[in-house]
């Protein structure tokens, strides 16, 4: 029983050993960041941003046009309020996974006042620093999730 309870604890140990972790204050300045560019209209900052597999499904020359046609959906955001973080795990094509962090913001925009439209900003690490992976709007369509 010792023996078998032993064991166990080493598959743990080395099953965590192997696991990378998110720098969670690096993580909050980059998507703070990241939202000062989409604020800004710096499509070109905001897409220095991005994690490298972003970069071959988005080349850069289209990113500041497909970020215009995704910011029809709530309007564009004038500011950002930090309302959520969140935890997860990204999947990616290729079979690996990264930890993730997700920060949720409230944002006026040019079409909605603060409360009704919220803009999601995932971080991952990416070799030394951590990058954006994905972002977008969030349209409440009923409620408020942070009022």
């Known amino acids: 029983m010792v023996q078998r309870r032993w064991w166990l604890f080493i598959c743990l140990v080395l099953l965590g050993c192997g696991r990378k972790t998110i720098d969670t204050d690096a993580a909050r300045k980059l ?4 939202m000062s560019d989409w604020i800004a209209h710096r499509a070109d900052a905001a897409f220095d941003k991005m994690e ?11 990113f ?15 500011d950002s309020e930090l309302k959520d973080v969140m ?12 930890p993730t962090r997700k920060f949720i913001y409230a944002a006026n925009t040019n079409q909605f006042a603060k409360g009704q439209c919220y803009f999601s900003v995932e971080v991952a690490p990416s070799g ?20």
């Open 87 to 98: 935890s997860g795990y990204k999947v990616y094509g290729d079979g690996h996974s990264n």
């Open 31 to 34: 998507s703070d960041g990241f």
């Open 64 to 78: 500041a046009t497909q970020l215009e046609k995704l910011s029809q959906y709530c309007g564009w955001p004038q």
């Open 128 to 147: 030394k620093s951590v990058r954006v992976t994905s972002f977008g709007p969030l349209k409440v369509t009923s409620g408020n999730p942070y009022p």
């Open 52 to 62: 490298p597999e972003f970069g071959k499904t988005v080349n850069r020359s289209d």
